[in-house]
């Protein structure tokens, strides 16, 4: 089964907003298509091998007459056997929509030397028909960019999404990873480098692994820490963030950090698509 949104709708409703956050959960995005061309792309993902099968594709009156089959193009759709299609009008109200175009300074494709008022008027009137064929109708007047990215996550994501969290050893005296989200630095804890049978051994060693975890303060900081990654994951996806980075420092990045980061990622692995990097586990004179 395919999934096809078409997203269509006034200008300066948020089809911009709309499609990024539609990206952002995994769906392939296309923009201004004209909806002549929509049954073709359609056949080209039947023909991707089950790679493009959540396809979002965006129309709107800059396709000039192109735009025009969109209610017929649709109603075909509808009778496909293989597809599951959905059409999101997005909408607002005038006042909203005379302001975000001054804010903006962008030209009305309706304008054409008219008031703009009478423009997005007119473009109201052009579209009733394909207001008459959506699925959801979103009236973005009272959201912001941010709150229309949150509404579009919240009904398109699938429940079984998973936000893919990024867990990142590293050692301080190497720099922070620089796209982290959240840094957690655990040089508080006894350090396995000044023990001489653990030096040259690194914290995916069971040895190394069990020394670092045999602390009372070990046990408590994950407790803590876990509680925080559990109650922020869904909340993260909620609000439409395409992934979390947590980057967890030591001194070099091969004992502490690689331990606390590998029982993070054995921690996570069922509430997120977890990913566990060891920057710097193999650089020379690591502590």
């Not at 759709?77 to 999101?88: A, H, S, W, Y």
């Not at 008031?115 to 009137?125: C, F, T």
């Not at 973005?140 to 079984?160: A, C, D, M």
Request: neutral net charge; contains cysteine; proline residues 5%.
């Amino acid at each position: 089964m395919f999934e096809i949104l078409i997203i269509t709708g006034l200008s300066g409703a948020g089809k911009t907003v709309a499609m990024r956050a539609l990206e952002d959960i995994g769906y392939f995005c296309v923009d201004n298509l004209p909806p002549a061309l929509i049954p073709k792309f359609v056949e080209l993902a039947k023909q991707s091998g089950g790679s493009l099968r959540r396809v979002a594709m965006a129309c709107d009156l800059r396709g000039g007459a192109l735009f025009q089959p969109l209610t017929d193009t649709v109603r075909a759709l509808r009778r496909l056997p293989d597809i599951r299609l959905q059409v999101v009008f997005l909408e607002a109200d005038d006042e909203t929509l005379v302001r975000r175009y001054k804010e903006t300074r962008r030209r009305h494709p309706f304008v054409d030397g008219a008031r703009l008022l009478d423009g997005i008027q007119a473009e109201r009137r052009v579209l009733a028909d394909v207001w008459q064929e959506a699925d959801v109708v979103i009236d973005t007047s009272l959201l912001t960019p941010s709150q229309l990215k949150q509404e579009i996550v919240q009904r398109f994501s699938h429940l079984n999404r998973k936000l893919p969290v990024h867990i990142i050893s590293f050692g301080f005296k190497y720099g922070i990873p620089i796209d982290a989200d959240m840094i957690f630095d655990v040089r508080f804890l006894p350090n396995p480098h000044y023990v001489d049978s653990l030096r040259p051994y690194s914290g995916e060693d069971d040895a190394v692994y069990s020394y670092v975890m045999q602390w009372p303060a070990t046990q408590e900081f994950l407790r803590r820490t876990e509680d925080l990654i559990r109650f922020l994951i869904p909340e993260f996806v909620k609000e439409g963030k395409s992934q979390l980075v947590i980057g967890v420092g030591c001194t070099g990045g091969r004992h502490r950090s690689v331990a606390i980061a590998r029982h993070l990622y054995d921690s996570v692995r069922s509430e997120a698509e977890a990913h566990l990097v060891h920057r710097d586990r193999h650089r020379e004179g690591c502590h």
